[in-house]
C-alpha cells in the first residue's frame, strides 16, 4: 500500500514565486514525516523533520493530520532550491517509506 | 568526517551473475539500510538492520540479500542478477535516540549510490 504519495513529478515555478510541494501519507498511528533533499550531483539529505518544527532553508512544513498531509512550502522560491525532494514516512521509528519524489526547478 | 561510503560507484555485468553492494559507515551507527531508487518509484527499502545480529526484509526484498559483517559494514547481494534489477542502490544509516513514543533525531545519511545495470 502507497504510504507516502507526491502527486507532482515535476514543479517549475519562477525565481521569487512561493512554492509548495505536495505530500499526503498514509498511517494510523502517529506519524515522523521528513522532508528529504537531492541536489544535483549530491547525497540525499534532510531537509527537515516535522518534530522540529523548524524552518530550514526558507521552507517550511507543517503535519495536517485531518488532511494527512505535510506539504513543503516556501514564500520566495530561489534557483538554487532546483532539486529532487522526497516526503518521508517513518513507521514506529523502524522503516522508511519515501514518496516518488517531485522535482524541483526554479527558472531565473 | 564520519561518514557512509559505498562500493562500488558503478557496475555493469550479465543476467544471472552474483553480485555483491557494500557499504561501510564511520559514524557509530547502530542501524542500517538498503534502498533502490527507480525513476518514477522513488526509494523503496529492501532490507534493514539494526545490529549485528538483526535483520528485517523490507518492502522489497525478494532477489536480494543482506550480510550485516559488523557493525560498520552492510552489504547487499544479488544472487542471481536479473535485468529488473537494474537501478540505483543506496544505503543509509540512522542512530534514533527513542524518547518515550517518538525518535526526534531518527535522520538517515545517505551513501552516494551504486548505479548498477544488468544486462
Known amino acids: 500500500a502507497q504510504r507516502v504519495t507526491q502527486p507532482e513529478k515535476l514543479l517549475s515555478v519562477f525565481k521569487g514565486a512561493p512554492v509548495e510541494l505536495k505530500c499526503n501519507y498514509s498511517?494510523?498511528?502517529?506519524?515522523?514525516l521528513f522532508w528529504y533533499v537531492q541536489y544535483s550531483r549530491q547525497r540525499l539529505q534532510l531537509l527537515l523533520r516535522?518534530?522540529s518544527r523548524e524552518s530550514i532553508k526558507g521552507f517550511t512544513a507543517d503535519l495536517n493530520k485531518g488532511e494527512t498531509s505535510f506539504h513543503l512550502k516556501k514564500p520566495f522560491a530561489q534557483e538554487e532550491d532546483s532539486a529532487m525532494y522526497y516526503c518521508?514516512?517513518?513507521?514506529?521509528?523502524?522503516?522508511?517509506?519515501f514518496g516518488t519524489g517531485t522535482s524541483l526547478t526554479v527558472i531565473p | 568526517d564520519a561518514d557512509v561510503t559505498q562500493t562500488p560507484r558503478n557496475r555493469i555485468t550479465k543476467t544471472g551473475k552474483r553480485i555483491m553492494l557494500e557499504c561501510s559507515q564511520t559514524?557509530?551507527?547502530?542501524?542500517m539500510y538498503w534502498y533502490r531508487q527507480d525513476p518514477g518509484l522513488g526509494l523503496r527499502l529492501i532490507y534493514y538492520?539494526?545490529?549485528?545480529?538483526?535483520?528485517n526484509k523490507g518492502e522489497i526484498s525478494d532477489g536480494y540479500s543482506v550480510s550485516r559483517q559488523a557493525q560498520a559494514k552492510f552489504s547487499l547481494s544479488l544472487e542471481s542478477a536479473i535485468p529488473n534489477q537494474t537501478a540505483l542502490y543506496f544505503c543509509?544509516?540512522?542512530?534514533?535516540?527513542?524518547?518515550?513514543?517518538?525518535?526526534?533525531?531518527?535522520?538517515?545519511?545517505f551513501g552516494p549510490g551504486t548505479r548498477l545495470t544488468v544486462l
Open positions: 518521508a514516512l517513518s513507521v514506529a521509528g523502524n522503516q522508511f517509506y
Open positions: 538492520s539494526f545490529d549485528v545480529k538483526d535483520i
Open positions: 559514524k557509530g551507527h547502530d542501524r
Open positions: 498511517y494510523s498511528g502517529s506519524p515522523e
Open positions: 516535522h518534530i
Open positions: 543509509a544509516t540512522s542512530d534514533p535516540r527513542t524518547s518515550l513514543l517518538l525518535s526526534p533525531y531518527n535522520e538517515q545519511f
